[in-house]
């Protein structure tokens, strides 16, 4: 089940990502506002496999040498934390395109309004902000989550063991290829069709209140 | 810098004075900001140093295959998308006006296909499907043998599908959102139903699908990598042999990005041509 935590830890790290993104690319100076246009557009115009590599390769030797130079040994870093660092750079250039299109649908009178009720940034955003822009947010969110389940695939090419990996570990020492790849496609997708189901409960949820069909 | 600042202010009350007369000269100093600049420099001075430090010295031994490997890339990605296209259409319009059984099955084949990452699909295609071949002679006497033997008609294959299952989906919001009017009123002008659908339902519903296209098709463009797993030669493919050869491990894959970027670039801009030679007024 590695797959599912490296999709979830992914996930979790793409949206803080996406959340400070989105903020940085709003209300940001012009340096940060221009850095997060690069981000996103190199993320999101260059395969993830290529990333994936990049990353993974760069991410680890960076690390190993900042730690030589700081005197310490070098670690091993665990594939597993190293997978879901790097999917969730990935994540969070998609996350943070997302965000910020919620956040622009969000109605202006009402952050204005929490301006004036003297509410800091902080507060601002824990209360009015993130609540608001939820409902806009989740489709985006949903397709983002699928992605990321489905890209844990990915990580079998860097040699890391889950679910697409083990499957032709499998397959190849019984020679049952046929049998197994079924077996692991039924897998994701029923994975897949039960975050759905998920999905558009909190979908509801995240819509209370609202008009319906008021977007 | 100065100069440019000045331009800044001059657009500025230009603007303020005929807001329609921002001329081209001004737009441009407008974008380039002092700190946009400062950035510049930054990059180009990152690019040299990376062009000076880092080895290149492999490039000339690998020239030939890497551009075969994008040649690759671009004719897998050409046909798939193609293909996908074509297959897309039957598939979206089954959905909205076709009997309920081919409704159903258009849809469990879009939902199975988006539910399972690429890979697996691939793989499955490939070893799975591949291995089960063999076991039927009538299928090694066949023509077709010498095909199924190759590996690439086992990536154009999936990577057909998996367009099409996207678009699919994609042509069914399409066909769905083309006005009732307009197909009643194509009607009333006694067209049959297949001449509707050529005049008037497909191109109406091509125009509003070709903004998703486009990052549909980009989307295309960074699954072609994957056919590197099972030993087609693509780009992706030539800077992993690359890395092997040569033990050098940043390079290639620097490279194969800005290469990717490049890729991205021109399709984004070819399909906004398209799309500006579109009529805006849609029903």
């Not at chain 1, 390769?57 to 997978?83: K, P, S």
Request: with cysteine; hydrophobic share 55%.
């Amino acid at each position: 089940m590695n797959s599912i935590m490296i999709a979830v830890g992914a996930y979790g790290i793409g949206i803080l990502i996406g959340i400070g993104g989105a903020f940085g690319k709003l209300y940001g100076g012009p340096v940060t506002r221009d850095l997060l246009e690069l981000y996103t557009t190199l993320v999101r115009a260059i395969p993830e496999l290529v990333l994936i590599l990049l990353l993974y390769f760069a991410g680890t030797d960076l690390i190993n040498r900042l730690l030589e130079a700081l005197g310490q040994q070098r670690i091993d870093i665990n594939g597993l934390v190293a997978g879901i660092c790097v999917l969730g750079f990935v994540q969070g250039a998609y996350a943070t395109e997302v965000i910020r299109g919620a956040i622009l649908a969000i109605p202006q009178g009402q952050i204005e309004a929490a301006r004036a009720y003297g509410m800091s940034p902080l507060l601002m955003l824990r209360r009015i902000t993130l609540p608001a822009m939820l409902p806009f947010a989740i489709p985006g969110l949903a397709n983002l989550w699928l992605i990321a389940t489905k890209d844990t695939a990915l990580l079998a090419i860097v040699g890391f063991n889950e679910l697409t990996q083990e499957t032709r570990t499998a397959a190849s020492t019984t020679k049952a290829y046929f049998t197994f790849f079924l077996a692991a496609g039924a897998l994701y997708l029923m994975i897949t069709l039960f975050s759905n189901v998920i999905i558009s409960r909190i979908e509801k949820w995240a819509r209370r209140g609202m008009p319906s069909g008021a977007h | 810098m100065g100069a440019a600042r000045h331009a800044v202010g001059g657009a500025l009350m230009s603007g303020s004075a005929i807001s329609g007369l921002v001329d081209r000269s001004a737009r441009a100093s407008l974008w380039l900001q002092p700190h946009r600049i400062v950035l510049m420099l930054i990059g180009v001075g990152l690019v040299v140093s990376a062009a000076v430090f880092m080895r290149w010295d492999w490039i000339p031994n690998y020239y030939g295959l890497a551009l075969q490997g994008i040649w690759r890339t671009l004719w897998i990605l050409a046909v798939t998308v193609v293909l996908g296209f074509l297959l897309a259409i039957p598939i979206g319009l089954v959905q909205v006006t076709g009997p309920r059984w081919l409704a159903w099955l258009a849809y469990s084949f879009c939902t199975v296909i988006r539910g399972t990452p690429l890979l697996l699909q691939l793989w499955f295609l490939y070893y799975g499907l591949g291995s089960l071949f063999p076991q039927f002679p009538w299928i090694r006497e066949s023509w077709l043998w010498p095909y199924l033997r190759q590996a690439w008609p086992y990536a154009v294959l999936s990577l057909t599908i998996s367009y099409a299952a996207y678009e699919g989906e994609v042509m069914r919001g399409a066909f769905a959102g083309v006005a009732r009017g307009q197909l009643e009123a194509a009607r009333a002008f006694g067209m049959s139903r297949w001449k509707v659908f050529r005049r008037i339902w497909l191109p109406q519903a091509v125009y509003r699908a070709l903004p998703t296209l486009t990052g549909e098709t980009v989307l295309q463009l960074k699954a072609t990598p994957l056919v590197a797993t099972i030993t087609v030669v693509d780009i992706y493919a030539v800077a992993s042999k690359v890395r092997q050869e040569t033990f050098i491990v940043y390079e290639p894959l620097l490279l194969l990005a800005l290469i990717y970027l490049c890729i991205t670039g021109i399709l984004v801009f070819a399909f906004r041509k398209l799309e500006a030679r579109i009529p805006n007024r849609l029903g």
